[in-house]
């Protein structure tokens, strides 16, 4: 949760001159010992008072917990630091002409909702990018370039060490220049659609990776199908299958190639592949999942509100996420945080559980920011790293 507050610093010293009791009033002892070595004192008060306020509302609090002194500003080699009760809470404090500015930033409500003790272990210091798995992307189309930027940008976000991004000739070049990090590699054909060269290719690659994600802004090509298939019957790794790559499965035999594949479909998608009636996914998300799952041997993320991840023996409803994130593209960022903890060996149930709290944890962020309906799927790509630092601090 994020918090924000502004104070005069000359209505600060107005305060003061009528009140000299405001101070012990507000301030912990600890805090006006700071104060008190401070040249400035009246722009520190005006900053510590301002920070204390946007705590106040980053937490939904109120007053008394500042009349209390639950609230403390402490500075470690000068840089402030908020805590309510004993818990962290990260502040800044700047300065403007008469007014001091300040931000808090609180996870402690996010991390409420982590009741699942999701943990990232700490990276180790003697390591390189391929200790971090290697993730390859096959998407994007005509017009659908944001598609494969967004996924692929996505998982280096979630941390793994490389990322290759197969796409097709038409939009090579503009991804070479939309992206920085990423590995493209050109697919010669205007859009994905099967042929022994296209395969070919596409083989070559995929013998470097650990995962593949398939399927963000493909489109309809000839016989995306049998791509598929093919692949599926190639690579041993995990295989997450999203959007296109859903849409193009004619039959789940598919699904008997490869134990590791991962599906993501919406309830629309999830309709088409699973031939049961929309209306019923809709009221029985729980009982639907579980049907497809007796005669299919994969693992689940069926999106919505509370995304169901699911596997023959395991459910996980996800409490993290909000209507904001409905929005264009925001299964590709999730397509992208799933593949690149599947690249890292992280079992396909256990990497779809993470990777879709962290995209509902990063959208909640991204919320606090910019509110629900102003949020596009660039906030909630840009807030993955602060929601994967959360947990890893948890």
């Known amino acids: 949760m994020i918090g924000n507050d502004i104070v005069s610093i000359n209505k600060i010293k107005s305060v003061l001159d009528k009140n000299p009791k405001f101070l012990n009033r507000i301030f912990t002892n600890d805090e006006i010992n700071y104060i008190n070595k401070k040249t ?16 106040v509302k980053a937490l939904k609090l109120n007053i008394r917990d500042i009349l209390k002194k639950n609230i403390e500003i402490r500075h470690e080699n000068s840089s402030p630091e908020g805590f309510y009760k004993g818990q962290k809470i990260e502040v800044s404090i700047s300065h403007q002409g008469d007014y001091a500015i300040a931000t808090a930033f609180s996870n ?37 370039t944001g598609a494969a930027f967004l996924s692929s940008t996505a998982a280096l976000r979630s941390g793994v060490g490389l990322c290759y991004l197969d796409v097709p000739k038409s939009i090579s070049k503009i991804l070479q220049i939309k992206t920085t990090e990423v590995i493209v590699e050109e697919i010669d054909c205007e859009n994905f659609t099967f042929s022994q060269k296209v395969l070919d290719s596409i083989k070559k690659n995929i013998q470097k990776a650990d995962s593949i994600a398939i399927g963000p802004g493909i489109g309809k090509g000839n016989e995306i199908y049998k791509l598929l298939y093919e692949i599926a019957k190639n690579f041993r790794g995990s295989i997450l299958i999203d959007a296109d790559a859903i849409n193009a499965i004619k039959n789940t035999e598919i699904f008997k190639l490869n134990k590791n594949i991962v599906l993501t479909p919406h ?39 509370k995304t169901i991840v699911a596997n023959k023996n395991e459910i996980y409803f996800n409490s993290s996420g909000n209507p904001g994130m409905a929005t264009a593209g925001s299964g590709d960022v999730l397509t992208g945080i799933i593949s690149a903890f599947l690249a890292r060996k992280i079992n396909p149930f256990e990497s779809s559980k993470l990777g879709v709290f ?26 993955i790293p602060f929601a994967i630092k959360m947990i890893k601090e948890e």
């Open 40 to 55: 400035n004192k009246i722009q520190t008060i005006a900053g510590m008072f301002a920070a204390k306020e946007a705590i």
């Open 108 to 144: 402690i409500e996010l991390k409420r909702q982590n009741n699942m003790n999701f943990k990232i272990e700490k990276r180790n210091r003697n390591t390189h990018k391929g200790d971090y798995g290697k993730v390859l992307i096959i998407a994007g189309s005509n017009g659908m």
């Open 267 to 305: 309830e629309m998608e999830f309709s088409r592949i699973s031939g049961m009636d929309i209306n019923f996914i809709k009221n029985n998300r729980e009982e639907a999942v579980k049907i497809f799952l007796k005669k299919n041997d994969v693992t689940i993320v069926l999106k919505g509100n």
């Open 358 to 383: 962290i995209h509902g944890l990063a959208g909640d962020i991204a919320k606090e920011k910019y509110g629900e309906e102003g949020m596009i799927a660039t906030d909630i790509l840009d807030n």
